[in-house]
């Protein structure tokens, strides 16, 4: 049977016009869509391949309601923290499973795995009172200043908090003893990608402007974004109407739940064709980089897809990346000369990159040469800026052939065997003796969490070291 038209002249009863027709000739249709589609959630990817998850809500500063996923690892001192960019969600660090994804990889190694959703992300939720039409007024400046410094400090108040129950079943320690030895052995570890590595340094830098402490030990950025110099002209061409048309029309870009599934569907027909394989692997290397043969990592999973799809788009978000591009800085969001004066005491936004001299952890910098999303001469600068100030704590390491998604969707095995090595050669290289008493005067010491510092030669034949 044919779908039916929508009446012209409606006289239809509204009730009778749904169930005949909307229900019974549209909804089947989407309802053997979502039957046909893996609509695993994360805790359930998690927890089906045997490890124990936690889904934890942080509130930020300014009245956010966001998320955070856990890999528990409850009596490790060394956590880390992944952070995705954008049109992504926490899903890119597990969603090749145990044996092919970076989560896991570094939950065996003996870390305790946070992984972090930016607001934008399901669930969109605001804390009570504050006005649900403001939720998409946010900028660059606002995830690194409120999303991860609320993440941050959740992850420190857990870790300290658990720990804190093994002391004391067995310290004559006092509480403030305690807090100040497990302080001294905890370790933090941020991991962001794209965006989320972008948001690092102005994150340390907004913490040590406000003098407050950012908790964190090490760092690792993933083709990192703030500079975007050598970006290719159409994130220049999507940047423009993005700022220029849409942004005077709506307030954000987001895609309905139910446009996802339809989204991964399309996905799962299409890879049947061989010839759509190819076209969407050449466009996809065009735009990201990478082989321009082969699977691209989109092309693996609907649940990439997915992953895409479920990030929402705020106007500033846009506006901020557009005018950084076109400006050619690494700055803070632009009010205007007004309210600039307001904000920050000058007419222009303060640089980022001028103020590098306060980041005071290491940094580790992993570049491709064939991402032409985040060029490596863009990210070559950050690594050049930081070691003008602090020339022990900036690293680099380069690799061929990956594209700009290559560091969280595709599984390369020695993409995450550098990681998971760089990871372990972040814990701290002093052992440190912490002395608790039990009834039984025990002693306890840090055991000492290094790794040479030579690379394996297999690594070495798949990158450059700058270091």
């Known amino acids: 049977?044919?779908?039916?038209?929508?009446?012209?002249?409606?006289?239809?009863?509204?009730?009778?016009?749904?169930?005949?027709?909307?229900?019974?000739?549209?909804?089947?249709?989407?309802?053997?869509?979502?039957?046909?589609?893996?609509?695993?959630?994360?805790?359930?990817?998690?927890?089906?391949?045997?490890?124990?998850?936690?889904?934890?809500?942080?509130?930020?500063?300014?009245?956010?309601?966001?998320?955070?996923?856990?890999?528990?690892?409850?009596?490790?001192?060394?956590?880390?923290?992944?952070?995705?960019g954008v049109l992504d969600n926490s899903l890119t660090w597990v969603v090749h499973g145990?044996?092919?994804?970076?989560?896991?990889?570094?939950?065996?190694?003996?870390?305790?795995?946070?992984?972090?959703?930016?607001?934008?992300?399901?669930?969109r939720k605001l804390v009570k009172g504050k006005d649900p039409k403001s939720y998409w007024e946010y900028s660059l400046d606002e995830l690194a200043k409120y999303d991860v410094q609320a993440f941050?400090?959740?992850?420190?108040?857990?870790?300290?908090?658990e720990l804190m129950a093994t002391y004391i079943k067995i310290s004559k320690l006092s509480e403030e003893e305690i807090i100040k030895d497990i302080e001294s052995r905890l370790t933090i570890t941020y991991v962001g990608h794209s965006l989320g590595g972008m948001t690092l340094p102005m994150y340390i830098i907004n913490q040590r402007i406000r003098q407050r402490p950012h908790y964190l030990t090490n760092a690792i950025l993933l083709s990192p974004a703030g500079i975007h110099t050598n970006a290719p002209i159409e994130v220049g061409i999507t940047g423009w109407i993005?700022?220029?048309?849409?942004?005077?029309?709506?307030?954000?870009?987001?895609?309905?739940?139910?446009?996802?599934?339809?989204?991964?569907?399309?996905?799962?027909?299409?890879?049947?064709?061989?010839?759509?394989?190819?076209?969407?692997?050449?466009?996809?290397?065009?735009?990201?980089?990478?082989?321009?043969?082969?699977?691209s990592p989109v092309w693996k999973s609907a649940k990439i897809v997915q992953s895409f799809l479920q990030f929402g788009f705020s106007r500033d978000l846009g506006i901020h990346f557009y005018t950084n591009w076109k400006q050619n800085k690494f700055q803070a969001f632009d009010f205007g000369k007004k309210k600039n004066i307001a904000m920050y005491?000058?007419?222009?936004?303060?640089?980022?990159?001028d103020h590098y001299h306060?980041?005071?952890?290491?940094?580790?910098?992993?570049?491709?040469?064939?991402?032409?999303?985040?060029r490596a001469d863009d990210i070559v600068e950050h690594y050049h800026t930081l070691k003008k100030h602090q020339k022990n704590l900036a690293h680099m390491k380069l690799f061929e052939g990956f594209s700009h998604v290559d560091f969280t969707y595709q599984s390369h095995h020695v993409m995450m065997h550098e990681?998971?090595?760089?990871?372990?050669k972040c814990?701290?290289?002093?052992?440190?003796?912490?002395?608790?008493?039990?009834?039984?005067?025990?002693?306890?010491?840090?055991?000492?969490?290094i790794d040479s510092d030579e690379l394996s030669s297999s690594i070495k034949s798949e990158q450059l070291n700058g270091d």
């Open 98 to 123: 145990p044996s092919d994804s970076i989560a896991y990889q570094a939950h065996e190694s003996g870390f305790d795995v946070f992984m972090g959703n930016f607001r934008g992300v399901y669930p």
């Open 242 to 295: 993005f700022t220029h048309i849409l942004a005077k029309l709506i307030s954000h870009v987001a895609i309905p739940k139910s446009v996802v599934s339809v989204f991964q569907k399309i996905h799962r027909d299409l890879r049947g064709l061989p010839a759509a394989r190819d076209l969407f692997t050449f466009i996809s290397s065009s735009t990201l980089g990478g082989n321009k043969i082969g699977d």
């Open 419 to 424: 990681i998971i090595t760089t990871l372990k």
């Open 1 to 84: 049977m044919s779908i039916p038209l929508i009446p012209k002249i409606i006289k239809v009863q509204t009730a009778y016009f749904m169930k005949e027709y909307v229900y019974k000739y549209y909804f089947s249709t989407f309802n053997m869509i979502n039957n046909n589609l893996d609509k695993q959630t994360i805790k359930q990817m998690i927890t089906q391949s045997g490890y124990e998850y936690q889904e934890i809500e942080v509130e930020t500063e300014d009245g956010y309601i966001i998320n955070m996923n856990r890999i528990c690892n409850k009596e490790s001192y060394n956590a880390v923290y992944f952070q995705h």
């Open 152 to 161: 941050i400090q959740k992850i420190r108040d857990i870790k300290i908090k």
């Open 345 to 353: 005491g000058t007419e222009k936004p303060f640089n980022y990159l």
């Open 427 to 449: 814990q701290r290289k002093q052992i440190k003796s912490h002395e608790v008493q039990n009834n039984q005067q025990q002693s306890y010491q840090q055991k000492e969490f």
């Open 358 to 374: 306060l980041i005071d952890i290491p940094i580790h910098f992993f570049i491709s040469l064939n991402d032409t999303l985040i």
